[in-house]
């Protein structure tokens, strides 16, 4: 074999025509969502007036290894898959590390991100069982823009809850999800009983992820053609983001390798667990002892100091519960936060397998992000999203400790995106405006102490 | 063959190793460029002040054919390139179209479009003559983050000249560069003679790049290990973008294809020249006879309604004089004009083609640039640059034609750039307050009164 190239692509006929259900391989399953009312366990049913029902299963179904990818959403994936498999050549030389640096790279669409991969199932979905809207809720807006371009190309209206503080920060987002014709709300907004109530406890309030999840699914539920539609933490958002790992795993066949290390930023989990389960099939099946590490913000530290607990999915406190690592549905990360992965809680697919010790989690302050994608963007070229940034720091991080041992270790890391929106945060981290906030004790506690009294 | 895919790549070792120089193959040159003093054609040893040598030896060639591209530039080509070749399958359905569209997509890496592939010629060649730093103007944005980051990669520090109302409405632009370690300053500034100058006629002008070249050269020359880098116009910069045009035909050629109708976005000619050279050879040996469309805005059409004139390259009128179509050095186009395509001039290569009958050119008035690139991103999932908008244009006109008159056609235009910093125009084309602004027959005369008394 000759030099393995910077960028190993698939041909368009390998693209994976399955998805791969994680769950179908895991020794122990998930605790259920229960129903926080009852505390019974949810049946699918019970999920049909907030999903779609295809969509429903696949949240609910623990043991079909491998579920179709329906020829439309491969359609779509065709215009913007297969991603890239790179060679980071630049970056080990400018670490001078023995060690070999592979990132897939999901950010070259205009969503900027991976997410894309699952918007594109679930307005599929929806459009397949007659509905004619979504709703959903955005943070840093890499997932509104993936849902809005999905409902574009398969004709549905979709109205967005935009977290108010980022729909200030990063007006253009709004933008390029209104030119995929959206319809975009600042939220806490006045549309909702929930939005109401929120901005009457507290009328000056940047808002939430898990408050946005409240208004959307609010929203969902007046209307009989209309479902909610989540980017990230479920299980469906997993099996379909499985398609990362299974791209990955089989270029990483095409030049005869295989990662000892995979790495990737964990905000719900959506990116991570998609990178990872085609691997993680292999660790659990005992074919291999690959190490994965969750990389996640030190200001939203689910799975470093969470508790492993049922929580609600939302602020307002009408979904299921779930039993994953958690801040507290009322948990808020500094407003000095850039970037996503500002999520409470994490997805239980994850929260589970890193219970029962298949995955480590380290936490990185924000300041130390951008130093990393700062190196990265000058050696590879590519600007990173903050949320990528993550992983490359922990990638760097284990490139140098191979360069102390001397070990030639083959790294994986997901570059899930690129920061073209994310510039007022690079600009305040090259100005040295840029502060880290780490939550004290006290600060968690409060966020704690929005726990719901379950176990 | 099966079904022509989605998506074409070359593999990095497909990737030409020699850039194309089309004025080997033409029957006529292009008129010398002057000394503005003499009126003498300018020498390649008078050109090594103003840039590096091996650029000026480039710029002055006409006769050799293919010229190899070094490897180190090769191995920066090979973090971004192969672009793709992309067959339009989405937006002809949507059009219901019999004609194949096909684009050439250069806008997936950070600086957003194909300036990167002449910037990382320009960083290497000054490298390598030992040069320590660069300067250049940018307008748009694309070409100064282009230059930002190739000069990072190679080691020189770069200053960017950016015209005034540009870097005030992309402060993010500005942001990405400075990431990349290069210093920003708006144009017409006070560091420079010519910028205090025009500053003192007009205090509130929002600059021109016009103004911002000459600014950018000015600084170059105070400097003996600086020299100033251009990243359109020259005959250089359409050697370097060749390869868009070489590695488009290798694509084609794979799927058993070959246009009929090149299409490509004109400012300052470095898109299309690039992407038609290859191509144009097989015109100027009488091999094909595809037709070659430019597409300029209407609110700076020089090709359409300039003049074949000898004329300044910048406002402050210290370059060699080039023939061109040009609206005279000291044009402004309106200031509701959105993204790049806003230079006076035309490149002499492309100016002298069109003069000959060539090439076509056609103008497009700002709100059906906008109009074309909603329909483009809703079909084919990417959000283009307005510059390259222009281009999805034409391409439908000319897709519509052939609806019409039922021929199947194979056209493939030059999707430059994505259009991600470009979303305040996007905001204003979908809040219905964006303006065409089609230059009067006497706005045309202020700027051809500017022209020099040369012919």
């Not at 719900?268 to 998609?274: A, H, K, P, T």
Request: proline content about 6%; glycine content about 8%; overall charge negative.
């Amino acid at each position: 074999m000759g030099k393995i190239p910077y960028k190993t692509y698939l041909t368009e006929e390998e693209i994976p025509k399955q998805w791969y259900n994680v769950r179908a391989d895991m020794k122990e399953q998930h605790d259920p969502l229960l129903d926080p009312a009852t505390l019974k366990p949810v049946a699918t049913e019970d999920l049909y007036p907030i999903f779609c029902e295809e969509l429903s299963k696949q949240e609910m179904d623990s043991t079909t290894r491998y579920i179709d990818i329906p020829e439309p959403v491969r359609e779509f994936y065709r215009m913007f898959r297969p991603s890239p498999l790179i060679r980071a050549y630049n970056l080990e030389k400018a670490l001078d590390t023995p060690a070999r640096i592979y990132y897939k790279f999901e950010g070259n669409n205009t969503s900027g991100s991976h997410k894309l991969n699952a918007a594109a199932a679930m307005a599929y979905y929806a459009k397949a069982q007659g509905l004619t809207s979504l709703t959903t809720e955005t943070g840093a807006g890499q997932w509104g823009t993936a849902l809005a371009q999905a409902c574009a190309f398969f004709g549905l209206d979709l109205t967005v809850f935009m977290v108010k503080v980022s729909y200030m920060q990063k007006p253009f987002r709004k933008g390029v999800m209104e030119t995929y014709g959206a319809k975009v709300i600042p939220s806490p907004s006045d549309v909702t009983s929930v939005g109401r109530a929120i901005l009457a406890d507290n009328p000056d309030t940047g808002g939430s992820l898990g408050c946005a999840i409240s208004e959307a699914i609010e929203m969902s539920m007046t209307d009989e053609k209309c479902r909610y539609a989540l980017g990230s933490v479920l299980n469906q958002v997993l099996l379909h983001q499985s398609i990362i790992g299974l791209e990955s795993k089989i270029a990483m066949e095409k030049i005869g390798e295989y990662p000892d290390i995979i790495i990737g930023c964990a905000g719900g989990g959506s990116n991570l667990g998609g990178l990872m389960s085609a691997f993680m099939q292999d660790k659990l099946t005992g074919k291999t002892d690959s190490r994965f590490i969750a990389v996640e913000p030190a200001s939203c530290p689910s799975l470093t100091r969470g508790k492993y607990a049922y929580d609600f999915c939302d602020t307002g406190k009408i979904t299921p519960l779930a039993r994953m690592y958690t801040l507290g549905s009322g948990f808020m990360p500094s407003p000095n936060h850039a970037g996503g992965l500002r999520y409470h809680g994490m997805s239980p697919i994850l929260s589970k397998l890193y219970h029962d010790g298949y995955m480590e989690a380290v936490s990185v302050e924000q300041s130390k992000v951008f130093e990393a994608a700062t190196l990265f963007c000058r050696q590879e070229q590519i600007l990173p999203a903050p949320e990528s940034a993550h992983a490359i720091h922990s990638a760097i991080e284990e490139a140098l400790k191979c360069k102390e041992s001397g070990e030639a270790k083959t790294i994986l890391f997901g570059l899930t995106g690129t920061g073209y929106f994310d510039m007022s945060a690079y600009m305040h981290f090259n100005e040295g405006t840029m502060n880290d906030h780490i939550p004290t004790d006290e600060e968690l506690e409060l966020g704690f102490a929005t726990l719901p009294p379950v176990d």
